[in-house]
C-alpha cells in the first residue's frame, strides 16, 4: 500500500511534468515571427548589384628582376688601377666606372704608331717608284721585269701599312676596353672587386665571373612566373598583366606579357612567362617576391556582386520587405572579389554580404550598412 504522503508526491510530479511538456509543445509550435519578436531581427549588410566591367584573372607568385643586368668586366686582362663609383651608386650612359693600368698598353699604342709611320714612308715609297717605273714601261725604257719587281714591291708596301694599321687598331681598342664604361644608365648593383686585383676574362680567376661590378637598370622590372600546363594556353604575348607586391599595400602595377614560353621546366613541368612593368619612381626592388595577375577574359557592363554573397556556389539572401528572400543565380566570370551574375537577380537588388550565413528564407534582416564591395 502506497503511503498518503508518497502518493501526494507522486501525484504534483505527474502534474509537474505535464505542464513542461505542454511549454516544450508551444514553444515548437512557435512561427518564425513570434521568434523574431522575441529576439528581433538579423543585423546584415547588403551590396546594391549594379553593372560594371569584370575580368578573370590568373595568378602566380614570381621573383622581380631588373629588366637589364650586366657584369662590367673588360675584354682583356691586367690589374684594376682604378674604381670610380661605389655600390648603391647612378650612373649615366658612357659613365667611366673603373680601368686597368694602362702604362703596358700605352707603350704598345706608340710603339704601333711608330711601327705605322714607318710603314707609311714604304709604301710612300713603294707607290713613287711604281709610278716610274710605268711611265718608263709605256717608253720601252725598262724591262718588263723590272717593271714587275716594282709592282710586287708596291703590293708588299701597301700591305705592310694595313698590317701596321691594325698593330695600331689593336693597341688603340686595347686601351679603350681597358676603361670600363657604362653601357646603360643604370645602377650600381655590386662590386666585385678591389684595386690591385688581377683580372684574366680569357683565363678566370678573381673577379672573372662576376666581373668588376655588376650593373643593374630597374625602370622597369621582369617578373617571371611558372604556369600551369592548364593555364598556358590562356596567356600570349602583349596581353595585360598586373603586379602586386607585399612590402606596397594597395598598389598594383599595370605591365604586359613580353615572352611566353614553349616548352615547360624539365623539373617543375611548368611553362615560364615573363611580363614587364614599369617602375619609373624605383619604388619595386630586384630580388624580391609579387604576385603577378594575367588577366585572360572580361565582360563590360556585367551585373556583378561580392564573392562573400554566394552560398553554396548556387544561391544568394536578397533583402525584400526586411525579410530575406532566396534567389537561385547563374554564375559567369568570377575573379578573387567579384562575380557576375548571368541570371536570377535584377540590377538595384539588396543581395546580403554580410550577416548571410545561416540565414532562413522569410527570416526579418536589420539593414546595417550597405557596402561597397
Not at 622581380?64 to 691586367?78: D, F, M
Not at 577574359?297 to 564573392?307: K, Y
Request: with cysteine.
Amino acid at each position: 500500500m502506497i503511503k498518503p504522503n508518497l502518493r501526494r508526491r507522486f501525484t504534483i510530479g505527474i502534474i509537474g511534468a505535464a505542464v513542461l511538456s505542454a511549454a516544450v509543445s508551444c514553444r515548437q509550435a512557435e512561427k518564425p515571427e513570434a521568434a523574431e519578436a522575441a529576439f528581433g531581427a538579423t543585423p546584415v549588410k547588403v551590396f546594391k548589384i549594379h553593372r560594371e566591367r569584370i575580368s578573370e584573372r590568373l595568378t602566380y607568385t614570381g621573383t622581380l628582376e631588373a629588366w637589364k643586368h650586366i657584369s662590367i668586366t673588360p675584354e682583356v686582362g691586367g690589374k684594376i688601377a682604378a674604381i670610380h663609383v661605389q655600390e648603391g651608386e647612378r650612373v649615366a650612359q658612357g659613365r667611366l666606372l673603373a680601368e686597368l693600368e694602362t702604362e703596358s698598353i700605352r707603350l704598345q699604342l706608340k710603339q704601333a704608331e711608330a711601327g705605322l709611320a714607318v710603314a707609311e714612308a714604304g709604301y710612300a715609297d713603294a707607290q713613287r717608284n711604281k709610278e716610274r717605273m710605268d711611265r718608263l714601261v709605256a717608253e720601252k725604257a725598262v724591262s718588263e721585269m723590272q717593271h714587275e719587281k716594282a709592282r710586287l714591291a708596291y703590293d708588299s708596301a701597301a700591305a705592310q701599312r694595313e698590317q701596321a694599321r691594325a698593330a695600331l687598331n689593336l693597341a688603340r681598342h686595347a686601351l679603350d676596353v681597358s676603361m670600363m664604361k657604362a653601357p646603360f644608365a643604370g645602377v650600381i648593383a655590386s662590386k666585385n672587386a678591389e684595386v690591385g686585383d688581377v683580372i684574366n676574362p680569357m683565363m678566370g680567376g678573381l673577379g672573372s665571373a662576376s666581373g668588376v661590378l655588376t650593373l643593374v637598370d630597374y625602370s622597369r622590372i621582369k617578373v617571371v612566373a611558372g604556369v600551369s600546363s592548364f593555364d598556358i594556353d590562356r596567356l600570349r604575348k602583349g596581353q595585360e598583366a598586373f603586379l602586386r607586391v607585399p612590402a606596397l599595400p594597395g598598389r598594383e602595377f599595370r605591365g604586359e606579357v613580353t615572352v611566353v614560353y614553349l616548352t615547360a621546366d624539365p623539373l617543375s613541368k611548368k611553362f615560364g612567362v615573363e611580363a614587364i612593368f614599369p617602375n619609373a619612381d624605383h619604388v619595386l626592388r630586384p630580388g624580391t617576391f609579387g604576385d603577378v595577375v594575367f588577366e585572360v577574359q572580361s565582360h563590360e557592363n556585367a551585373l556583378v556582386i561580392p564573392q562573400r554573397a554566394v552560398l553554396a556556389g548556387s544561391y544568394v539572401f536578397v533583402v525584400e520587405g526586411g525579410k530575406a528572400v532566396r534567389k537561385n543565380v547563374s554564375l559567369g566570370l568570377q575573379n578573387t572579389a567579384m562575380v557576375e551574375v548571368l541570371a536570377g537577380l535584377e540590377e538595384g537588388a539588396a543581395v546580403i554580404v554580410d550577416g548571410n550565413y545561416g540565414l532562413e528564407e522569410g527570416v526579418a534582416v536589420e539593414v546595417l550598412e550597405e557596402v561597397a564591395k
